[in-house]
């Protein structure tokens, strides 16, 4: 998976309580993402950053924030977790954005009782 | 608005026959677009990109796409499928500096 790891891979958490989700990435590359896969929507964007205290909103960026304090570290945070951020959730990476190919970590699947 | 669609949730292709899983795109500007494949509990892997040039682009795991401006589309292609090839396949387009990815297709190869 290129590089990508992400921790946890696995959770199970209750309605209102903090989650943090870790991307770390050895390639030194610029650009990271946050994105959750649900079925019949897809891959939909979260956050994105472009750089260390760079980020910005992606298509689905409400009840989440993101930080960025290290060129190598991208962390997702769900403030106040519902039952509706229930999802697997893909860090990726890429050199450049828009048209350079994107590696994808290997997911962390998240449940929200 | 700028948008990639794959019209089918599901295809099922027999074992050494052609398969085609279908992309059509909506951008302004020229369109960059991609296919990635995701296997079971696995991240997404790129396959393939057109940014400019040969209409016929070739790609990882002997998978092609043509890109036909005419018809907004860019369909990912096998000559002859493997049931190795059964997973789930993801059309992308570039939008302002980022990707839009499509609902995804599952693909059944039937052996």
């Known amino acids: 998976d290129a590089g990508i790891t992400q921790s946890p891979r696995h959770k199970v958490t209750e309605t209102g309580t903090p989650v943090t989700l870790r991307c770390h990435q050895t390639e030194n590359h610029r650009y990271m993402y946050w994105y959750r896969q649900d079925p019949g929507h897809g891959l939909r964007l979260i956050h994105y950053s472009y750089g260390v205290k760079d980020t910005d909103k992606g298509e689905v960026s409400d009840g989440y924030s993101v930080s960025r304090s290290k060129t190598e570290d991208f962390l997702l945070t769900l403030e106040s977790a519902t039952s509706s951020q229930t999802s697997v959730y893909f860090c990726?990476?890429?050199?450049?954005?828009?048209?350079?190919?994107?590696?994808f970590g290997p997911g962390t699947r998240l449940l929200v009782l | 608005a700028q948008s990639v669609a794959q019209p089918e949730d599901q295809v099922n292709v027999a074992e050494g026959n052609p398969l085609t899983v279908k992309c059509t795109y909506s951008?302004?500007?020229?369109?960059?677009l991609f296919w990635y494949v995701q296997y079971p509990n696995r991240g997404l892997q790129f396959l393939l990109k057109y940014i400019t040039g040969d209409n016929l682009v070739k790609g990882s795991y002997g998978f092609e796409a043509e890109f036909n401006k005419s018809q907004t589309s860019f369909h990912l292609k096998k000559p002859s499928a493997l049931v190795s090839d059964s997973a789930l396949y993801f059309c992308a387009v570039r939008a302002d500096d980022k990707i839009i990815f499509g609902k995804g297709t599952r693909l059944h190869i039937l052996p």
């Open positions: 990726a990476i890429s050199v450049r954005s828009g048209q350079e190919t994107q590696y």
């Open positions: 951008v302004s500007g020229n369109p960059y």
